[in-house]
C-alpha cells in the first residue's frame, strides 16, 4: 500500500492532517474501523491498541495575549514527543488542549509525564484521564470522558491528574442558602482580622458541598448571588454602593476552581469589611461630637442616660463607644467640660463659689473644690485671685 504520509513533505502540513483526523475520531463521527486504521497508518500513526484511552493536558491560567494558550500548548507537545510511550499518538484539539491516546497497559506512565511536566513548566498543567475503551473506534467516549475529568478541575484544584473513574456525580442543589448569608453577614462584622473572614468563607462552601459537589455554574451563581445579597446588607446607601462595586461577574464565571473562588470571595469580604469599619468610624465619630455638643449645652443637669437616649443609644454601648473613640470615659469628659466652664465664671462674674459650683451642676460646694483643686492645680478661690478677680 502506498504510503499517504509520504505525499506531505511538509512537517507542518502532516501534522496538520493528523489533527484533524484525529478530532474526526474524537468527535464521534469517524469511519468504520478498518477505513480509520487505514486512514492513521497512512498518516504514519499507529492504528494498533491495547485497549485505547485518552488522557488531555491542559495549560491551566489566565492567557490574555492572543495565541500565547497556543503557543504553551504547542510547547508541552513537543516536551511529551520525547517521553510519551511508542506508538502513541499526540495531537492539539480546537481549544489549545494536548491529547494522548495511549494504550491503557501504558497508564503507569501518566504520573511520570506529571512529574517531568512540572519540572519542565512554571505554569500548573491539568490533566484528565477518561477510561479505557475495547476499539479504537470507541475512544471518543474515552474523550469525553477525560473532558469531564477536567473539568472536575473546579474542586480538585489545578495542576492535577483526575480520572474519570474517581468522579462523583453532581447533585442538586435545593435552595440558597440566605441563613448561611446572614450568619457569614454577621461574622464579617465581628471580625478581628481577614484570617477570620478567609475561615467564614470557607465555611460558606463547605456547608453547599457538604452532600457532595454541584453543578459547577450553579456555584457561579451561587457566588455572584452571595456577593450581591451581601454588599445589600452592608451598603443600603446607593452611593455607597455605586462607590464600592469591587467585583466583576465575567472574572468570576473564568475561574477554574473553588478554591480560586473562595480566595476572591474572601479578598472582597475583607476589602467590604475595611468600608463597613471606615463608614462606622465616620458615624461613631459623628455620634461622639453630638455626644459632647449636648454635655457643653447642658453640663448642669445631663447624665448618661439622658445622653444616650438623644442619640440613640443604649447608655452601656454610648460609654464604651466614648471610652474606645476619645480614650477617656464619659464622666471625665463631663467633669472636663464643667472645670473649663467654672474657670470661665470664676474669671468673668461675680458668682460665688457656691453658685458656680450649682451652674455647673455640682450641688456639694465642697465636692467641687475638692474636684476643681484636683484638675486644676488650685482651690476656686485661689483661681479666681490669680486671674485679678
Known amino acids: 500500500m502506498h504510503n499517504g504520509a509520504l505525499l506531505f513533505k511538509d512537517t507542518g502540513v502532516l501534522t496538520m ?8 475520531l474524537l468527535s464521534g ?8 486504521k487505514d486512514k492513521l497508518s497512512g498518516l504514519n500513526l499507529n492504528s494498533f491498541f491495547t485497549f485505547p484511552a485518552m488522557i488531555l493536558f491542559e ?27 511508542l ?46 475503551t475495547a476499539h479504537l473506534a470507541d475512544v471518543h467516549h474515552s474523550h469525553h470522558q477525560a473532558l469531564q475529568a477536567l473539568q472536575n478541575k473546579f474542586y480538585r484544584g489545578t495542576g492535577q491528574i483526575i480520572y474519570y473513574s474517581e468522579l462523583d456525580s453532581y447533585r442538586h442543589l435545593q ?8 450568619e457569614l453577614f454577621e461574622l464579617i462584622k465581628s471580625a478581628d482580622g481577614s484570617k477570620q473572614i478567609e475561615q467564614g468563607v470557607h465555611d460558606f462552601f463547605q456547608y453547599i458541598i457538604k452532600n457532595g459537589p454541584i ?35 465575567m472574572s468570576i464565571v473564568k475561574m477554574e476552581s473553588l478554591e480560586e473562588i473562595k480566595q476572591y470571595v474572601s479578598k472582597y469580604f475583607v476589602d467590604l469589611k475595611e468600608v463597613i469599619t471606615r463608614d462606622e468610624q465616620g458615624s461613631h465619630r459623628s455620634i461622639i461630637k453630638k455626644t459632647i455638643h449636648y454635655m457643653e449645652l447642658e453640663c448642669q443637669h445631663i447624665t ?13 454601648y454610648l460609654s464604651l463607644l466614648f471610652k474606645t473613640n476619645t480614650g477617656i470615659t464619659f464622666i471625665e469628659q463631663l467633669t472636663n467640660i464643667r472645670m473649663d466652664k467654672a474657670k470661665d465664671m470664676l474669671k468673668s ?20 473644690s475638692q474636684i476643681f483643686k484636683k484638675k486644676v492645680g488650685v482651690s476656686p478661690s485661689e483661681y479666681r485671685e490669680s486671674v485679678g478677680k
Not at 492532517?17 to 474526526?24: A, P, Q
Not at 448618661?304 to 443604649?314: D, E, F, G, N, R
Open 59 to 85: 495549560p491551566s491560567g489566565s492567557f490574555t495575549e492572543e495565541g500565547e494558550k497556543q503557543r504553551c500548548s504547542e510547547q508541552i507537545r513537543a516536551f511529551l514527543e520525547r517521553l510519551v510511550p
Open 87 to 132: 506508538g502513541s499518538i499526540l495531537f492539539i484539539d480546537d481549544d489549545c488542549r494536548i491529547g494522548l491516546m495511549l494504550s491503557w497497559v501504558s497508564k503507569e506512565v501518566i504520573e511520570n509525564l506529571k512529574l517531568q511536566l512540572s519540572e519542565r513548566f512554571k505554569f500548573s498543567i491539568n490533566i484528565g484521564v477518561g477510561n479505557p
Open 215 to 249: 453543578d459547577i455554574k450553579i456555584v457561579y451563581e451561587l457566588t455572584i448571588r452571595l456577593l450581591v445579597g451581601m454588599e445589600k446588607r452592608v451598603l443600603n446607601d446607593a452611593e455607597k454602593i455605586s462607590a464600592f462595586m469591587g467585583y466583576e461577574i
Open 304 to 316: 448618661l442616660c439622658s445622653v444616650a437616649q438623644k442619640v440613640y443609644m443604649t447608655p452601656t
Open 349 to 368: 462674674t461675680s458668682l460665688r463659689n457656691y453658685e458656680v459650683a450649682e451652674k455647673v451642676g455640682y450641688h456639694d460646694s465642697r465636692y467641687f
Open 175 to 182: 435552595d440558597y442558602p440566605l441563613a448561611k448569608e446572614k
Open 17 to 24: 492532517m493528523r489533527d484533524r483526523i484525529l478530532k474526526d
Open 29 to 36: 463521527k469517524g469511519d468504520s474501523k478498518i477505513n480509520l
